[in-house]
C-alpha cells in the first residue's frame, strides 16, 4: 500500500475528518487532504507521524476497527498499550515501497539515471501507407497508426521539427511493452537523424502520472533536442485531442471524448494542405502556452549560468539541497584554491561565484534560505571521496574535497549560521550518494541538476510541479523544524563534527 492508501484506510475505521487530525498535528487540513490524495510526498517527519498514530491508536476503540488494525498491520495479538500500538501503526506507515513512497522521488530516480542513448536501433521498416487519408480505429489502431507515422519520419533525409500533443489517455503508449519498445527505438531513431521534437504537455493529469510521463521522456530531454510546454488554465478534459506533426511529411490527429478510446478513429494524413491545416492549430494552441522546463546541458553553459543567476535574484524563500555544500557559501580564497589545485582557472568561475554569492546575501537579509547537507563520514574525507559541489555550473570535472579544504567551507557555513537570521542548516542523516541537485524557490521555479555524466539542468516554472519538489524538501526536513528552525543546534551539531573530524586527521 502507499503511504495515502495507508492514511485513508486509518482515517476511514477511525472516522476521522481532515480537520479533526490537523488538529492533533502541526499540519493543515488541506495539507491532509492533499496527503490523502497521492498529492504530495510520503511523511518521513517522525514528530507528526508519531502523533499521528498516537491519536490513531487512541480511536481504535471497537471491536471491528482492532480487527482491520489488525489485519492490516498485521498485529497478533492486537495491543491495548497506546504506546505499543502507536509504534506499530507509526512504523506501518513508514514502511512503504520507494517505488510507491514518492512521484517526486521517482522522477528524481529517473533524472539521476538518464542516459544520452541517440545510437539509432534496428527495425523492420514498415510501408507507409499510399493514400492521402488513411483511418485506423481504437488503440490499437492509434499504435499501428503511430508506428507508421515514426517510420516514414525516421525515413526522411531532411531533419525537421517534430509537434507532438495529446491529452487523450495513455494506455495505448504504456500497456503493450513491445510497443512501448518499438515507440522508444523509433523516437530515438528520430532524434538520432537530427530531428527535434515541440511538446506540449497536459499537465492536468494527476501530479504522479505527470512526473511519470516526464520521466520516461529523461533520456531524450538530456539530448537537448526537445523542447517542453504546457497549457496554464484549467480545461474540462472532455473533448480531447491527440497531434503528431511532421510538417514536412505526415500527421497523425485524433479525438476521443473522456477516456473513451476503444473506437475511436485515428487518421493518418500525407496530404500537404491537410498536414498544413493541423500545423496552424498546434502552433495556435502553442501560442497560448508557457515553457514547462527549460533544458540546459554542457553546450548551453553561457546561457545556463545567466539563467542561474536570474534564478537566485528572486528573493523569496529558498531550499537547496546538494551533493556535499553549495557553493554560494564557499570563501572567495578558497573557491580560488581550489581551482588552482584542480587546474579549473580556464572556467573563471570566480566573477560568476562573486555574482552569485551577492544575490545569496542579499537574500539572507529579506527571507529564508534553509541548506540540506549531510556530514561524511570522517574516513570518506580522508579517502578523498567528497565531492566538491560544482555540479550546478553544469562542470564535466569531478573535484573531491581534501579534509583541510572542507572543513574551511563548513567554518563558512557555521559563521553564516550564527551571523545570519535567514540562512538556516538542516542536517540529514542520510549518507547515500545522490546523483541530483534540488534548489527550489517558493511558488516561483525549482531547478533540478543531474550530477552524474552527461550534466543536465532543468528550470521548471509549472506551479503544480514547483510545488511538489518545494513540498518534498519540506518533508525531508520536517514541517516543525522547517518552520521552526534551530539555528544554535544546527550551529552545536556542526562544531561537534568539526571537533571530531579534527582529531580523526591529527590521529593520521
Not at 389 to 413: M, N, R
Request: hydrophobic residues 40%; aromatic residues 10%; charged residues 25%.
Amino acid at each position: 500500500m502507499t503511504f495515502s492508501e495507508k492514511l485513508n484506510f486509518l482515517m476511514d475505521i477511525t472516522k476521522t475528518t481532515n480537520s479533526a487530525l490537523s488538529l492533533y498535528v502541526s499540519l493543515d487540513a488541506s495539507y491532509i487532504s492533499r496527503l490523502r490524495r497521492g498529492k504530495r510526498a510520503a511523511l518521513r517527519d517522525d514528530g507528526n507521524l508519531r502523533n499521528m498514530a498516537v491519536y490513531f491508536a487512541r480511536h481504535c476503540k471497537e471491536a471491528y476497527q482492532k480487527k482491520a488494525l489488525c489485519d492490516a498491520l498485521a498485529l497478533h495479538p492486537f495491543s491495548e498499550d497506546i504506546s505499543e500500538l502507536s509504534d506499530a501503526i507509526t512504523y506501518w506507515l513508514l514502511n512503504v515501497k520507494d517505488s510507491e513512497s514518492s512521484p517526486v522521488e521517482q522522477f528524481l530516480g529517473e533524472l539521476a539515471s538518464a542516459q544520452l542513448d541517440l545510437v539509432p536501433r534496428i527495425y523492420a521498416e514498415i510501408d507507409f501507407p499510399n493514400k492521402d487519408i488513411s483511418v485506423f480505429y481504437g488503440v490499437e489502431g492509434k499504435r499501428q497508426a503511430v508506428l507508421f507515422f515514426l517510420n516514414e519520419v525516421a525515413a526522411a533525409e531532411k531533419p525537421q521539427t517534430l509537434l507532438l500533443f495529446s491529452d487523450e489517455e495513455t494506455s495505448w503508449m504504456t500497456d503493450d511493452p513491445q510497443f512501448a519498445r518499438q515507440w522508444a527505438a523509433l523516437m530515438i531513431n528520430v532524434l538520432a537523424k537530427g530531428h527535434q521534437l515541440k511538446i506540449i504537455h497536459t499537465v492536468s493529469r494527476d501530479l504522479d502520472e505527470m512526473l511519470s510521463a516526464i520521466g520516461q521522456w529523461m533520456p531524450l530531454y538530456i539530448s537537448g533536442s526537445i523542447e517542453p510546454y504546457f497549457y496554464p488554465k484549467k480545461r474540462d478534459g472532455i473533448f480531447r485531442n491527440t497531434l503528431f506533426i511532421a510538417p514536412e511529411t505526415a500527421a497523425l490527429v485524433s479525438g476521443s471524448v473522456g477516456n473513451q478510446t476503444k473506437r475511436a478513429a485515428n487518421l493518418l494524413l500525407r496530404d500537404p494542405a491537410a498536414v498544413k491545416a493541423y500545423e496552424e492549430q498546434f502552433q495556435n494552441y502553442q501560442s497560448l502556452c508557457l515553457p514547462l522546463m527549460s533544458i540546459y546541458n554542457s553546450k548551453d553553459i553561457a546561457a545556463y549560468l545567466k539563467t542561474l543567476y536570474q534564478f537566485e535574484s528572486e528573493i523569496c524563500r529558498t531550499i537547496i539541497k546538494t551533493e556535499s555544500l553549495s557553493l554560494i557559501t564557499m570563501p572567495e580564497t578558497l573557491f580560488r584554491q581550489i581551482c588552482e589545485r584542480a587546474d579549473l582557472k580556464s572556467l573563471q568561475l570566480g566573477v560568476r561565484l562573486a555574482d552569485r554569492r551577492e544575490n545569496f546575501h542579499s537574500s539572507l537579509e529579506i527571507d529564508g534560505f534553509t541548506e540540506i547537507i549531510s556530514l561524511p563520514e570522517p574516513r570518506e574525507l580522508i579517502n578523498g571521496n567528497v565531492r566538491l559541489a560544482l555540479s550546478d555550473l553544469l562542470e564535466t570535472d569531478t573535484v573531491y574535497y581534501t579534509p583541510a579544504e572542507y572543513i574551511s567551507h563548513l567554518k563558512s557555513v557555521l559563521e553564516h549560521l550564527q551571523n545570519c537570521e535567514y540562512y538556516h542548516v538542516h542536517i540529514s542523516e542520510k549518507h547515500e550518494r545522490e546523483d541530483f541537485v534540488i534548489y527550489a524557490k517558493e511558488d516561483r521555479s525549482v531547478l533540478l541538476v543531474k550530477i552524474s555524466a552527461p550534466p543536465v539542468a532543468l528550470l521548471i516554472k509549472e506551479g503544480n510541479m514547483t510545488a511538489a519538489f518545494w513540498d518534498y524538501l519540506r518533508t525531508l526536513i520536517g514541517e516543525k523544524l522547517f518552520d521552526r528552525p534551530d539555528n544554535t543546534a544546527a550551529s552545536e551539531r556542526i562544531v561537534k563534527y568539526i571537533k571530531e573530524l579534527e582529531n580523526t586527521l591529527n590521529q593520521h
